[in-house]
């Protein structure tokens, strides 16, 4: 039973996402008045269908994803006609491109202001108490003499300390070196001398403290606040990522259809928190990935679009088709590095060897 629920969980999940991308593409056609031949919940034969306006509403025997048809999608078979894709202005096939990516977003932020407003969410608390302190072999003594509840006001030469980002930006490079800190306890004050040291996982100074976490529930609109701050935080960290990787010639660590699964099969036995956002990061990354210019995806096209507004004039037909063969290519590439990482996560190359 809870295997099955495993596999529901994946195919519900994934296939709801990839059906809300292809949603946002079909509102932003709608707007503008492009003529939508199918709008297809799922792939291979239908099980349901209903035909409305010129447009075949259908699900589909396969619950995976989803896909609209629109005229004049194919640049060889555009006549120019009202009601037909490629031949809108430059600016609404840009809007009908970014509906898509925009959709997963705003999935992502109700998904994770939904989770906000249900389960809570920790908080740094308010006047810079201290939670915890680190005890491993590189903490500094002087952070013995630091207690939970300890309130760090500000640093030597002045330096007030107003946030937690605000002491890791003054430390972060005084590695080795001494520093006082003006201390209260409950209604006692005092001035701590204590050596920075090196954190052996990111190479920056630390003194082996960490904030007090509180756990709260935010009203409706903070939630969708934080909703908003959390998807641009996974946003940010993703881009970082991934361009520290491509200056650094490293390879990236990334999930295929295979991690993914597998990731959502876990977070399906987890419990719903788990799950939830997991949806939530997961739209986001088809959202962010739809967004980079690559050929072919939505990305790609919207540069193609931008190229067209500046140059006044439609990009030709075998332009575009060699343009889309090169993104084909690049995705079919990483689609398989994707793959390859997720099997030698699996240990797979291991059992071969065997």
């Not at 030469?157 to 490079?173: A, E, H, P, Q, Y």
């Not at 990305?299 to 332009?319: C, Y």
Request: net charge positive; with cysteine.
């Amino acid at each position: 039973m809870a295997v099955i629920l495993q596999v529901v969980g994946v195919i519900v999940g994934l296939g709801f996402l990839v059906f809300i991308h292809e949603l946002g593409h079909f509102f932003a056609a709608k707007m503008c008045k492009v003529r939508i031949l199918t709008f297809a919940f799922g792939f291979g034969p239908d099980l349901i269908k209903y035909t409305y306006r010129g447009t075949k509403y259908c699900i589909k025997s396969i619950f995976f994803g989803g896909f609209i048809s629109m005229a004049g999608e194919s640049p060889a078979k555009t006549t120019g006609a009202s009601g037909e894709y490629l031949s809108l202005k430059w600016y609404k096939k840009v809007w009908i491109s970014l509906a898509g990516p925009l959709l997963n977003y705003i999935l992502a932020v109700f998904i994770f202001a939904f989770v906000f407003n249900i389960w809570g969410t920790n908080q740094i608390s308010d006047g810079f108490l201290i939670g915890s302190v680190t005890e491993n072999y590189y903490m500094p003594y002087a952070s013995l003499m630091l207690g939970d509840g300890d309130k760090v006001k500000s640093m030597e030469d002045g330096v007030k300390l107003s946030t937690w980002n605000n002491l890791s930006s003054n430390i972060k490079n005084k590695v080795y070196k001494q520093a006082v800190f003006a201390v209260k306890r409950g209604s006692f004050s005092f001035d701590l001398n204590m050596a920075i040291v090196k954190n052996p996982v990111m190479s920056i100074g630390t003194i082996c403290v960490s904030p007090l976490i509180l756990k709260m529930k935010p009203g409706f609109f903070k939630s969708i606040y934080f909703g908003v701050q959390t998807s641009i935080t996974q946003t940010a960290m993703t881009v970082v990522y991934l361009v520290n990787k491509i200056i650094s010639f490293e390879k990236p660590d990334i999930s295929g259809p295979i991690g993914i699964m597998q990731v959502m099969a876990n977070a399906t036995k987890s419990g719903i928190y788990d799950y939830l956002r997991l949806l939530a990061i997961i739209s986001i990354a088809l959202g962010l990935f739809n967004l980079f210019p690559i050929p072919m995806v939505d990305g790609g096209m919207m540069v193609l679009f931008f190229i067209e507004g500046i140059i006044k004039r439609r990009i030709s037909a075998k332009v575009v088709q060699v343009y889309n063969t090169i993104g084909l290519v690049f995705i079919f590439g990483i689609f398989l590095f994707a793959t390859y990482s997720d099997l030698l996560r699996l240990g797979v190359s291991k059992l071969l060897k065997k």
